[in-house]
């Protein structure tokens, strides 16, 4: 029997709904000095980072690594600390951060030199373009320009905007122009009519509109 509905589904002349997926193209809006900087081949994120910016105001709640700021002193139980035990006869290439690669005198044991001296920053996802982000080996004037970028923001911000004073539209003329032909200054009048006056307007509304139609069209 359900082989049977199914044929007549495939025979039916009724097209199947197909959805089409949602576009991860990220659309900067609100902001035309953001979008004219923004990098559609980094995320949201990393965008935010490179202009200086911060994406969340609030904590990550996943996502990113926390490392402790002294492995050694720390006493919370985590990942990080319990890989301090493992045992590994194979030398890491990717260092973690607060280490780095020593040479030792195989007879005392003594450090003799420290190869790596400055660990880079922590990738546990091994990122490519956290070297990117970080280092600014692509442009080497990230930080001027998120600087930069953040001076123009912030100058953008404490400008300060006009008000545009509400303008009467063509319907609305129409319509006071009309009250005024009928009633004149009688807005007690105008308040009672039901019919050119459907919304009930109050008396001072209606002063303050046809105070404003005059001044405009001079009568």
Do not use: C
Request: charged fraction near 30%; avoid cysteine.
């Amino acid at each position: 029997m359900g082989r049977e509905l199914q044929k007549k589904k495939n025979r039916s002349s009724v097209s199947k709904v197909k959805h089409k997926p949602k576009s991860k193209k990220v659309i900067v809006r609100g902001s035309d000095i953001v979008a004219a900087n923004w990098d559609s081949h980094l995320t949201k994120s990393q965008n935010y980072q490179r202009l200086g910016l911060v994406s969340k105001l609030n904590n990550h709640t996943g996502g990113t690594e926390r490392f402790p700021s002294n492995p050694e002193t720390s006493n919370a139980p985590s990942h990080n600390n319990l890989e301090y035990l493992n045992i590994s006869s194979k030398t890491s290439r990717v260092l973690r951060p607060l280490e780095a690669q020593v040479q030792r005198d195989p007879t005392t044991g003594h450090i003799l030199r420290v190869i790596n001296e400055s660990p880079r920053e922590p990738n546990p996802l091994n990122d490519p373009l956290n070297d990117i982000i970080e280092d600014g080996s692509d442009d080497r004037g990230t930080t001027t320009t998120a600087h930069g970028i953040v001076r123009e923001l912030e100058e953008q911000a404490s400008m300060e905007v006009k008000k545009r004073p509400r303008q009467q539209s063509e319907r609305e003329e129409e319509w006071i122009s009309n009250l005024v032909q009928k009633y004149g200054d009688n807005y007690t009048a105008i308040v009672r009519d039901r019919k050119l006056n459907p919304f009930q307007q109050t008396e001072g509304d209606l002063r303050r509109r046809v105070k404003r139609w005059r001044e405009k069209s001079g009568g």
